[in-house]
Structure formats: C-alpha cells, structure tokens
C-alpha cells in the first residue's frame, strides 16, 4: 500500500520539470513517506538537513507575522522548497532552474495525502 | 533616619492616597481594586483571602515568564538537538508500518489531478477549434496595436508638476 503512494508521488514528482524529490517527515525530519529520483542530492534527504525546518519555521513564527508556513531555499544548483503542515512537514527538492510557483502549488495535491498520514503521526 | 520612615507607615500613606510610587506593587493592582470598592454585606462575609496577592503574583510571573520564553527567537537551540541512529531507524520503521495500515483502509486510489485552470476540461476540449480566418484577424489586430504603440511620442508642452496657490 505504501507502494501506491510511492507511485502517486513518483507521478507528481514527473509532473513538474525539474522536481527531483518530495519527502514528508514528521518535526524531526525522520521520514514517513520519501519519493526521489536518481539525480536528488543524497545530502538534502538526510534527517539533519530535513529537521532543522522543523525548528526554523517554528522560530521564523516568532516575527509579528503570523505563522511560517514555507521556506524555500536556493543554492547554487538546487531549491529546496519545506512546508509546515503541521505535525507533518513536506521539503520538495528541486534544480535551480524548476518553477517555484508550480512547486508551492504542490501542496493542494498533496492534501489528501497530508490529511492520511497526520492520523501516522498523531497515533504514535 | 531613611530606613525608620518605612517602620512609621509612610508606606501606609501612600497606599491609603492611592498614588504609586517606587515602592508600590505593579502586578498587585487587583487586590487594589478590591480594596476600594465600596463595602457590602457581601464582601464582609467573604473577605479577601490574605495569602492571594503573593500567589496570584507567581502565577503571572510565571505567566510572563513562559510567554517572554516562547517568543524569544532562540537560533541557539536548533544546533545539538540531534537523534540518536537507531531511534531514528526505530521511528521510520514504525512510520512504514503505520502508512501501510492507514494506506490499506483507504478506498479510493491516488490519481494525479488535472492543473487547477481548468475547472472543466470535457467543455475546453469539445469546443470547436478557431478558424484560421479568426486567427489571422487577431494577429494582424495585435500587429497593428503593437505597431501603433511603438509610434506613440511625447511631445513635451508644460511641466507636469505646477506649483499650485503659491503666490
């Protein structure tokens, strides 16, 4: 059954030029749920590179500004585009050269899988 | 001479006129308000404890406390709070069994949606293509505007900003 999710995120993952990875973690960033192709930096899929936006949107809550909902990061040849969907957090991994906007779309097709496995979460 | 003026109810003065001073308790306003409120038969039966004050000031030092802890922006914490490996590898395998329960009670399947512009494809696809005739007529429509904008000058008459009722 986790395959069938696997394969959905797979077909998002296709779905957009560029996207090379999509993982949902929970506030740690030990992964519930992790699809990536070949050319996904092996370093941004790591528990302490996926957690620490856990603490920095928690932090980034704290302006006056209401609540952090994403943090996207650029680097010289990736983005990293991180979700607070709280319990869960969603880090989209992406080339540089990858729409941004079409990635902070993702989220309204991730919905109903969000909407799943926060019940992973909250039951542990 | 400074430390017997406190012993001979100066203190007691100022509370009685009600003017703060150095000295007067600034979490300590709702007891102040209890005290001057007009006396009843009421607040005769039931007097106000003496032991609230000191307690009611913990709580919102507390209170004030915690809140002033949340809000500080503290980058310092998010280094050195790393896990443990096989907690780590503990929790994913639990997290893959979970998905799998939760994934196998769920009825429908997972299909990609189509792009959120369009509400209603069968009708966008079923409509009749544009001829070419219509399409020629836009290009050429649009060609002209371009080439009327580009032709568009500013001839320079007056100054925009003019001084307004200045004598």
Redesign the interface.
Same mark, same amino acid.
């Given at each position: 059954m986790t395959e069938d999710l696997k394969t959905y995120l797979n077909k998002l993952i296709s779905s957009v030029e560029g996207l090379l990875a999509i993982v949902i973690t929970d506030r740690d960033g030990v992964p519930v749920v992790k699809a990536a192709t070949e050319q996904a930096p092996e370093l941004a899929l790591r528990p302490n590179f996926l957690g620490t936006f856990g603490m920095a949107t928690d932090q980034a809550s704290k302006l006056n500004l209401s609540q952090n909902k994403t943090i996207t990061s650029m680097y010289k040849n990736y983005q990293v585009v991180q979700m607070n969907k709280s319990p869960l957090l969603v880090t989209l991994i992406a080339t540089r050269s990858a729409n941004t906007g079409l990635l902070l779309e993702m989220d309204n097709y991730l919905l109903d899988v969000l909407k799943d496995l926060q019940q992973v979460i909250t039951a542990s | 001479m400074g430390c017997c003026n406190s012993c001979f109810g100066a203190d007691k003065e100022a509370d009685y006129a009600g003017i703060p001073d150095e000295r007067s308790r600034l979490l300590g306003s709702t007891t102040r308000t209890v005290q001057t409120q007009p006396v009843s038969g009421e607040s005769l039966s039931s007097p106000v404890p003496t032991g609230a004050p000191p307690k009611d000031e913990q709580s919102a030092l507390t209170r004030i406390l915690t809140k002033t802890a949340?809000? !500080? /922006?503290?980058?310092a914490? /998010?280094e050195g709070?790393?896990?443990e490996q096989h907690e780590?590898h503990e929790?994913?395998r639990?997290?893959?069994q979970?998905? =799998?329960v !939760?994934?196998?009670n769920?009825n429908k399947?997972?299909?990609?949606?189509l792009p =959120?512009g369009v509400s209603a494809p069968q009708i966008v696809l079923a409509a009749q293509p544009i001829s070419v005739g219509d399409i020629e007529l836009i290009s050429n429509a649009a060609f002209k505007a371009a080439k009327a904008m580009k032709d568009v000058k500013v001839q320079h008459k007056e100054d925009l900003v003019v001084a307004f009722g200045v004598p």
């Open positions: - | 949340r809000n !500080v /922006i503290d980058v914490t /998010i709070q790393g896990m780590y929790r994913a639990h997290y893959g979970k998905v =799998n !939760v994934m196998a769920k399947s997972l299909k990609p949606f =959120n």
